[in-house]
């Protein structure tokens, strides 16, 4: 039967040379879209989410126009931690904590405080990591997912070095599979490995950085003026917590300086938005492309069998069943999309790597082409099934 189908292509290549060159267009289109949603859902999947769901980020401004040089800056450090203290103790808290570039979502991976990175000595052998600073509280702030060992504890080592805590990327560079125990050396000092976290990654589609966790009062005296206060609440109670941090900090700072508070959930959904609505951006055009695609093929098909209606009466007055004749016009319009397909194909190992998720892209792509090809061309094939010969070539 393909030979058959073939043959027959051949004989009507310019009657549908129009078919073949719009389901090429929407391949090689819909490939684009289809992969770029793979990757970015790839991206969102990469481990190292942290959960911000009821948590809050405070802290505090200066007010515009107020002198910063009259604000005694170590009476703000201590009542900050007097809020703090307050709030952890808040039967609708349930937890508080200290942090430095552990926060998610403020601002892009790449950009970080200058604090953040420097070289690690591991097995004398030097790495460039991220450096993050928490307390013993980060890890149930925001969730974290520790494949190996616990996280930090607010005191040093019997060896006397300061506990750390190591991403899973650290880990796979320094070639460890069991990092807990293992020595890393700084140049704040030595460290012991007491735990490794999937990832920590600071955009919900970018991966998580090759990073390590250090505890805050190791460097407190250093990051002391930008220290993140991150609290998790029980339940939806943020009003609750707004109030009673207002209070507090109109009872306690200084004038010239204003509360702040930011809702961890408004800000990974406004920078998810924004990937999402570039993805959306792409979908909306291929989408109606489909729609458009699919109604000039089913109207393309329906017109050429409908001008060889004379023909299939024929095959139908000679023997051929209906099924056989069905089999023989979606055939053929699979088969021109499988020809339709392959520059496709032949497009994408060049703008590909093939990684799994492009395999998985394109492979998507070459399905929702066979069955729109199929679906196109089902009612056509159907209604020449239901040729009368009788009628038909009374017709011619």
Not at 234 to 263: C, I, T, W
Not at 279 to 296: D, E, K, M, S, Y
Not at 315 to 320: D, P, W
Request: positive net charge.
């Amino acid at each position: 039967m393909i030979r058959h189908i073939l043959k027959m292509l051949w004989i009507q290549k310019r009657n549908y040379f129009g078919i073949f060159i719009e389901q090429l267009l929407v391949a090689v289109v819909l490939m684009l879209c289809i992969v770029s949603v793979a990757e970015a859902v790839k991206k969102y999947r990469i481990p190292g989410m942290m959960n911000v769901d009821n948590v809050l980020l405070i802290g505090y401004m200066f007010q515009q126009g107020s002198n910063k040089s009259d604000i005694m800056m170590d009476d703000v450090r201590k009542n900050m931690a007097a809020i703090s203290d307050k709030l952890r103790k808040l039967p609708f808290v349930e937890s508080v904590s200290f942090s430095l570039n552990l926060t998610p979502y403020t601002r892009p991976a790449s950009s970080y405080l200058w604090v953040s990175k420097d070289s690690v000595v591991i097995d004398e052998n030097r790495f460039e990591a991220v450096l993050k600073y928490s307390d013993e509280f980060g890890a149930s702030i925001f969730k974290l997912d520790m494949e190996e060992g616990t996280w930090l504890e607010n005191h040093s080592m019997t060896d006397g070095a300061a506990p750390a805590v190591i991403t899973r990327q650290l880990a796979d560079k320094a070639g460890w599979t069991a990092a807990v125990g293992k020595k890393i050396t700084i140049k704040s000092g030595s460290y012991t490995v007491v735990g490794v976290a999937a990832g920590l990654k600071q955009h919900p589609f970018e991966p998580s950085p090759v990073a390590m966790v250090i505890p805050e009062y190791t460097v407190k005296d250093k990051i002391s003026d930008f220290s993140e206060v991150v609290v998790r609440l029980k339940s939806h109670s943020q009003d609750l917590l707004y109030d009673v941090f207002n209070a507090e900090f109109k009872r306690l700072m200084p004038k010239g300086v204003e509360p702040l508070v930011y809702n961890m959930e408004s800000i990974k959904s406004d920078l998810m938005n924004s990937t999402i609505l570039s993805i959306v951006l792409q979908a909306i055009p291929t989408v109606f492309l489909l729609i458009f695609a699919f109604i000039g093929t089913f109207s393309l098909y329906r017109l050429h069998f409908h001008k060889q209606r004379k023909e299939f009466a024929l095959r139908i007055a000679l023997g051929s069943t209906k099924s056989r004749l069905m089999a023989i016009v979606i055939g053929e319009s699979l088969l021109i999309t499988c020809i339709a397909v392959i520059p496709a194909l032949l497009l994408s190992f060049f703008i590909y790597e093939y990684a799994a998720v492009h395999v998985i892209g394109v492979g998507v792509t070459v399905g929702v082409m066979l069955l729109f090809s199929a679906v196109s061309a089902w009612y056509p094939a159907w209604k020449v099934s239901r040729v009368n010969p009788a009628e038909a070539l009374q017709y011619e």
